[in-house]
């Protein structure tokens, strides 16, 4: 299968969605490299937390595999709201690395596509072809990073609102 520059760049993209270099100079690693499991699972009323969003930009990752990989696609969007608990910073730490893992792997999948195949149907006529899917999955990434900054934001000034206020 001849590699071509489409998925090629569209992997890459992937890459700098969650690792760096894109053209909006936010990735994922970044957003959560300074975060505990304390503060990734902090609330900010009528918000997800962050844990929860990362699991849910995370849970996309096995079904779209799954496509590429020749499977059917198997996922409900109600489930990628199920995350499990995280009980503690080293089960936190865990799940990114597994993040990490798997945009990796994923990245390397959309590599090994052909021209053809990015205007296939993805799975089922209904969900469009690949390449909308692929890029999808990237502009969904974007779009829940622009959440997380946002939530990060206020919980650091509410931490530093706190020490202000108890005089730390």
């Known amino acids: 299968m001849t590699k071509n520059p489409f998925a090629l760049q569209t992997a890459q993209l992937l890459r700098t969605t969650y690792f760096g270099g894109n053209w909006t100079a936010v990735n994922l690693r970044e957003l959560l490299s300074d975060l505990s499991r304390n503060e990734a699972y902090f609330h900010v009323p009528q918000l997800n937390s962050i844990a929860l969003l990362t699991f849910h930009i995370q ?37 990114k690395e597994q993040v990490w893992l798997e945009a990796e792997t994923l990245a390397k999948a959309i590599e090994t596509l052909s021209d053809k ?19 999808g999955l990237i502009e969904h990434t974007h779009y829940h990073m622009g959440q997380i900054a946002l939530i990060k934001k206020i919980l650091r000034e509410n931490i530093e609102i706190g020490r202000r206020h108890n005089g730390l």
């Open 59 to 95: 849970y996309y990752h096995a079904p779209i595999l799954g496509v590429l990989q020749g499977k059917p696609l198997d996922s409900s969007d109600k489930e990628s709201f199920n995350m499990p608990e995280l009980p503690d910073d080293a089960a936190w730490e865990a799940f």
């Open 117 to 135: 195949s990015l205007g296939d149907n993805f799975s089922d006529e209904k969900y469009g072809n690949y390449y909308r899917n692929l890029h």
